[in-house]
């Protein structure tokens, strides 16, 4: 395409787009309408701390696994893979390699063990064989502090979607949009809890897939499905030719770079089964063997929806190219709705309704992300902190749901004022980030805790704040925070941590600490205790 043709294109999305804006924020609000009306419902069903917390225990496997699916396809997976593929080709893929090959150690290491030991919350594990109130508050700050990391992803991704729509450029607006995305996320979880966010998923998980595949389709039509072709064309229009297609654009330059890789690599598949929104959600199904049928369910729906980023990513390095999707968002967030109105016609119609429905599918994402991020984060306040450190488990069922109602709040405050510092940062970075802490902070103490006879309460502490504070630490002063034009501080540089991911060196801490913290301790580890939690974990004998 010639500079000309191509500049006239661009202008002519943009009237596109000014034209069919009350279409496009027409279709926007029917999507949200919907989803809270889903949650209004749900909320009116919502009467014990059993459904706010754990949907009743009622849902099956497959809707779990549904549910589990929308909790994991975030705006990290759609827009922020779509992008990083976009821009750095086969480098941009490994994310979405990471992101489903952690499903294998959930499946494996955690599911069933955890859905028999708990009843709601990481902090029912650990304190079964643990002192309860400081291995309890330790769980409660680490739940809250891996939630905020990526709930902050969730927050830059929509900014970056309802500005593209709405013709949004100054940084006020996108502040505004993250402040009402977080005032949308406390009204679903302070009114439907666990079964309005479980439902919302649900809906959400179809409408997600749907959207991919039918783009899918789109983008393999335009190349006569040949895959070939779209990847060589892909690889011409990115400026890197055949570099493109190879590793290394991203993370091959230099030695500090390749371990980059294996930071980002280690954080994206030890992760998962740290991730608290993930760990709830074994706690929704009625038996263990649910749980890990529902992890099954998860595996295949999400394996599909991976395989679909390819076409997504290179069909927009294919179709859009690079620079008009950095003039969009320099992180390459924007990729996906991009494409969507390119396939559907610049300057039709058929292109703005394909734009927002793509558009708000991708904002429900968002939207069901974060309502199951805040769930589990107040839950654990509520549960965690408040019923058994601070009331000592004297709470009622009712005040400790009203302290998970007010701690949504209170998170929903940091997470708007947080999201507003990150809307420019890619949303599949910052989730990288998150799944680094998990794995740092809560996989280390969950592992031990099920799995080791000499784990004592020392052991678990060093673990988790060990792991938690070397994590964020290391991440305050990466390139990822300052010193670079795509960080979070731009025009100031404290980094002198190299790596943008601190999973290399803060995962092997938490273990580390862990074991030191046992082996030092002074307390004798309850054998009995821990008998009846590996009969309980491995049988189900006494899950709730």
């Known amino acids: 395409?010639?500079?000309?043709?191509?500049?006239?294109?661009?202008?002519?999305?943009?009237?596109?787009?000014?034209?069919?804006?009350?279409?496009?924020?027409?279709l926007f609000a029917v999507f949200v309408a919907a989803t809270l009306a889903i949650t209004v419902w749900a909320g009116r069903q919502t009467k014990s701390a059993s459904d706010f917390y754990a949907g009743g225990r009622q849902f099956t496997a497959f809707q779990n696994g549904l549910a589990v699916s929308g909790d994991y396809m975030s705006a990290a997976s759609f827009l922020g893979i779509a992008g990083a593929i976009a821009l750095f080709g086969y480098d941009g893929f490994l994310y979405s390699i990471g992101f489903l090959v952690a499903w294998l150690v959930a499946l494996l290491l955690v599911a069933e063990p955890l859905r028999n030991s708990g009843r709601y919350t990481m902090g029912d594990v650990l304190a079964y064989r643990m002192r309860q109130r400081p291995v309890r508050t330790a769980a409660g700050v680490s739940t809250i502090v891996v939630s905020?990391?990526?709930?902050?992803?969730?927050?830059?991704?929509?900014?970056?979607?309802?500005?593209?729509?709405l013709g949004i450029t100054g940084d006020t607006g996108k502040v505004l949009i993250v402040a009402l995305v977080g005032v949308l996320m406390i009204l679903y979880v302070t009114i439907g809890g666990m079964k309005g966010t479980t439902w919302v998923q649900m809906v959400k998980a179809v409408l997600l897939i749907a959207g991919a595949l039918l783009m899918t389709?789109?983008?393999?039509?335009?190349?006569?499905?040949?895959?070939?072709?779209?990847?060589?064309?892909?690889?011409?229009?990115?400026?890197?030719?055949?570099?493109?297609?190879?590793?290394?654009?991203?993370?091959?330059?230099t030695g500090v770079s390749k371990l980059d890789f294996i930071s980002l690599g280690i954080a994206l598949v030890l992760g998962t089964?740290?991730?608290?929104?993930?760990?709830?959600?074994?706690?929704?199904?009625p038996t263990a063997k649910a749980a890990r049928k529902s992890v099954n369910w998860a595996i295949g729906i999400i394996g599909a929806f991976y395989l679909m980023t390819i076409a997504l990513g290179f069909g927009a390095a294919a179709l859009i190219g690079p620079d008009e999707i950095k003039a969009k968002n320099p992180a390459g967030n924007a990729a996906a709705p991009q494409l969507a109105e390119y396939l559907g016609g610049v300057g039709t119609t058929g292109g703005a309704v394909l734009l927002a429905v793509i558009s708000a599918v991708a904002f429900a994402t968002i939207l069901a992300v974060v309502a199951g991020l805040t769930l589990a984060s107040s839950s654990s306040f509520a549960h965690d902190i408040y019923a058994n450190v601070i009331?000592?488990?004297?709470?009622?069922?009712?005040?400790?749901?009203?302290?998970?109602?007010?701690?949504?709040?209170?998170?929903?405050?940091v997470s708007i004022a947080l999201g507003a510092m990150a809307r420019d940062l890619n949303v599949a970075g910052l989730v990288a980030l998150a799944f680094a802490v998990a794995a740092s902070a809560n996989l280390p103490t969950i592992l031990y805790s099920l799995f080791w006879k000499r784990f004592t309460t020392q052991g678990a502490l060093w673990?988790?704040?060990?792991?938690?504070?070397?994590?964020?630490?290391?991440?305050?002063?990466?390139?990822?925070?300052?010193?670079?034009?795509?960080?979070?501080f731009p025009d100031v540089d404290f980094a002198w941590f190299p790596?943008?991911?601190?999973?290399?060196?803060?995962?092997?801490?938490?273990?580390?600490?862990?074991?030191?913290?046992?082996?030092?301790?002074?307390?004798?580890?309850?054998?009995?205790?821990?008998?009846?939690?590996?009969v309980k974990s491995l049988t189900g004998t006494g899950a709730h």
Do not use: C
């Open 273 to 285: 089964a740290g991730l608290p929104h993930i760990l709830i959600r074994f706690y929704t199904v």
């Open 391 to 413: 009331r000592r488990g004297k709470a009622t069922e009712k005040e400790e749901m009203r302290a998970a109602r007010w701690a949504t709040v209170a998170i929903g405050i």
């Open 217 to 253: 389709f789109m983008v393999l039509w335009k190349f006569d499905f040949n895959v070939s072709d779209l990847l060589g064309t892909a690889a011409e229009k990115s400026g890197h030719g055949t570099a493109f297609l190879e590793p290394g654009l991203k993370y091959g330059a």
């Open 148 to 165: 905020i990391f990526y709930l902050l992803a969730q927050m830059a991704g929509a900014g970056v979607l309802v500005a593209l729509l």
């Open 1 to 26: 395409m010639s500079a000309a043709a191509h500049s006239h294109t661009v202008i002519l999305a943009a009237s596109s787009t000014t034209e069919h804006r009350p279409l496009i924020i027409s």
């Open 499 to 534: 790596l943008e991911n601190p999973g290399l060196i803060s995962i092997p801490l938490g273990f580390l600490l862990g074991w030191i913290g046992s082996v030092v301790s002074k307390e004798e580890p309850d054998a009995g205790k821990y008998a009846e939690l590996e």
């Open 463 to 488: 673990s988790i704040y060990g792991g938690l504070a070397s994590s964020v630490f290391l991440v305050l002063f990466s390139p990822v925070v300052s010193g670079k034009a795509s960080s979070m």
